[in-house]
């Protein structure tokens, strides 16, 4: 911590540029007074673009001091850049080629609504002797056309080109995929038709068209670059800012562009060099590389999200968070009623099914089989809220497990999986190990609940943490656990350390009367040595040298502080050779902390930013934490939450009078 706030957890670059009054300002290099002024630069949205999100700032923006990176009319600061050149070195080429890698396996492009199709599957294509010409046409009033040295007739030039230059070849004409979804063009299906070609007018994804194209005939859309990224002939009928370098087939003069470029130089030129990054939880300045991966984040998940998706088993209270949770563009779960049980033929109307694990009706499962449509399992994050989820208060973490779920040691789960599999990359491993510290160090929890100092322990010596739990939790009856009941754990617990202080720590549901697993007065005073009572986790795992517990997670929350643990069922963290605990036979490798941390934190859950409503890394989330952020404290404004307010501050107050 530094000076009360969280430091940032990944690397980052401050730019020396910062948009004006922090809006997006336009002005186009053929505007006499934008030429002439040379202290005003001119931004416009750059080539990461979040779909369907609004946010302080764009993703990514280009800043040009000359022109504006699409005006062929007249010289842009880019365009002098190419140019000139005296900016190239290694370092930047390399980052420019990682760059590119990193867009075509996670699929980034200009647009990345993932209701767009993909394109091979839209045409059915199964012979592959015949290449297929590609012919991008643009949204009407695109003013990359005319700044492009273009204009509506080209299209259909264009057109007539691609027919005459591969009259073998199957060709179709396709909306540029940046457009927007209804965009209306300016080829219609007549005049492609008439030339032999195929007209498809479902929006396209744009990586595939380019891996199904042999070639692309374009005006001036980005998907042309994209594909010369590639490495796919692109032809070009306007002078997009990729165009005239020497990789592309220009059928108008590039005017001022003389010196040959590769489109890795001016991917490096144009996204690391001209454009600025702006995160967007936050605003703060970012790298490329940075915005490269949120943007891959959040797209991945609206990717997953977009399914159809039937909602099975969740609570009323829950219908506003889990519609945030499942969103995608254009795209909302369907939520069932609590203890509706659907039908095979009302599961065969969606994609997957998404069921809250500890509520699913018994015969989901054998529904979904019969239906043939995918079962996935969700339940709570390992860092959520800032209160407790009994008490109605909606988290930022969730998993969802196609296999399983975490707490079922009876069968495997994803997460088992990833930790048995291993082979974690070695920037995940040292992102765990600074994440871990940005955890401890702020002392976070999964609920971050408990206002009580810590009191000093009654006499010196060991002192062993014993974790309550809620007694009818389905982490209790499906670990495999020797002991189901707090009064029993501490009774082991007093068995095997008869020297130690015995420290107990009800579980916040219990403390809160919201949930069982009270242990009677007269027990607790001769088992415990000292009842930690409205305690924060961390302050009471600080204290203690050994936690003895039967899958709380504060054993995982004491593993990441250091301290020696014994957990008397399977948790997720058991079983890998970090804790004393029952063997099973499924987990059989020995990992690190690091590697727990890298599966339980970072690649296991999913995060929701609650200031955004974006997919968010887990930083984001500890950023929050540490900071209190309203999000994360309020209640769902329902009865049901008043009414368990009122029972719980009666419960307390009745405990404390005993």
Not at 261 to 280: D, G, N, Q, T
Not at 382 to 399: E, Q
Not at 444 to 471: F, T
Not at 632 to 638: I, K
Request: one cysteine or more.
């Amino acid at each position: 911590m530094e000076g009360g706030k969280l430091k940032r957890l990944w690397p980052r670059t401050l730019s020396d540029i910062e948009m004006p009054g922090g809006r997006q300002v336009r002005r186009l290099g053929s505007e006499p007074v934008s030429r002439r002024v040379g202290h005003a630069d001119r931004w416009d949205e750059g080539f990461l673009r979040l779909p369907g999100a609004r946010t302080q700032r764009p993703l990514s923006s280009i800043v040009d001091g000359l022109g504006i990176h699409y005006d062929a009319t007249a010289a842009s600061e880019l365009e002098t850049m190419l140019q000139v050149g005296g900016w190239e070195d290694d370092d930047i080429l390399a980052r420019a080629e990682a760059g590119i890698a990193l867009l075509r396996q996670a699929r980034l492009s200009l647009d990345n609504d993932p209701r767009r199709a993909d394109l091979a599957t839209l045409l059915g294509k199964t012979d592959t002797a015949r290449p297929l010409v590609v012919i991008i046409d643009q949204a009407q009033r695109d003013p990359t056309i005319g700044f492009g040295l273009a204009s509506e007739t080209g299209f259909s030039t264009m057109l007539a080109a691609a027919a005459a230059e591969h009259p073998n070849a199957d060709r179709v004409v396709v909306m540029d995929p940046a457009a927007k979804m209804n965009a209306v063009g300016h080829l219609d299906r007549e005049a492609v038709e008439a030339t032999g070609a195929r007209l498809i007018a479902e929006p396209v994804e744009a990586w595939s068209v380019i891996e199904a194209a042999s070639r692309l005939y374009v005006v001036t859309s980005h998907i042309g670059f994209e594909a010369s990224l590639a490495g796919r002939p692109v032809t070009c009928f306007g002078v997009p800012f990729y165009a005239g370098w020497g990789f592309t087939d220009d059928r108008l003069d590039p005017i001022r562009r003389t010196r040959s470029r590769s489109p890795v130089e001016v991917f490096a030129a144009v996204y690391l060099i001209c454009s600025r990054y702006f995160e967007p939880y936050g605003g703060e300045t970012c790298r490329f590389e940075e915005a490269a991966a949120i943007l891959r984040l959040i797209v991945e998940e609206q990717r997953a999200n977009a399914a159809r998706t039937l909602c099975i088993g969740f609570a009323g209270w829950k219908r506003r968070w889990l519609s945030r949770a499942l969103a995608s563009p254009g795209q909302r779960p369907a939520i069932a009623a609590p203890r509706h049980a659907p039908k095979p033929s009302e599961i065969a109307r969606y994609d997957r099914v998404v069921a809250w694990a500890s509520r699913a009706p018994s015969d989901l499962t054998a529904a979904c089989q019969e239906a043939k449509v995918p079962l996935l399992r969700m339940e709570d994050g390992f860092i959520r809220s800032i209160g407790l989820g009994v008490a109605l208060r909606p988290g930022a973490s969730h998993v969802i497990d196609a296999t399983g779920i975490y707490y079922d040691a009876t069968g495997p789960s994803d997460l088992e999986t990833l930790l048995e599999a291993g082979a974690f990359p070695a920037d995940v491993l040292e992102r765990a190990q600074r994440l871990r510290g940005a955890v401890v160090e702020a002392k976070l929890s999964k609920y971050n609940v408990g206002a009580a100092p810590m009191p000093a322990m009654p006499r010196p010596g060991k002192v062993v943490l014993v974790a309550g739990q809620v007694e009818n939790d389905a982490s209790i009856h499906l670990c495999m656990a020797t002991v189901t009941r707090n009064v029993d754990l501490l009774r082991l617990a007093r068995q095997r350390h008869p020297d130690a202080v015995i420290a107990f720590k009800p579980h916040p549901d219990v403390e809160a009367g919201l949930r069982p697993g009270r242990v009677p007065p007269e027990e607790l005073s001769s088992l415990a040595d000292i009842v930690l009572r409205d305690v924060p986790a961390a302050d009471a795992i600080a204290a203690a040298d050994h936690v003895e517990t039967i899958s709380s997670l504060i054993g995982f929350e004491a593993l990441l502080r250091g301290r020696s643990v014994t957990t008397h069922g399977l948790p997720f963290y058991a079983g890998w050779g970090l804790t004393e605990s029952p063997a099973c036979p499924r987990r059989t490798r020995r990992i690190t902390l690091d590697e727990l941390v890298a599966g339980a934190l970072i690649v296991y859950p999913h995060y929701v930013d609650p200031r955004t409503g974006l997919p968010s890394p887990p930083e984001v989330i500890i950023q929050r934490l540490s900071e209190g952020d309203p999000g994360l404290t309020r209640r769902e404004p329902t009865v049901e939450a008043a009414m368990k307010q009122v029972w719980s501050l009666a419960s307390r107050h009745l405990l404390r009078r005993r």
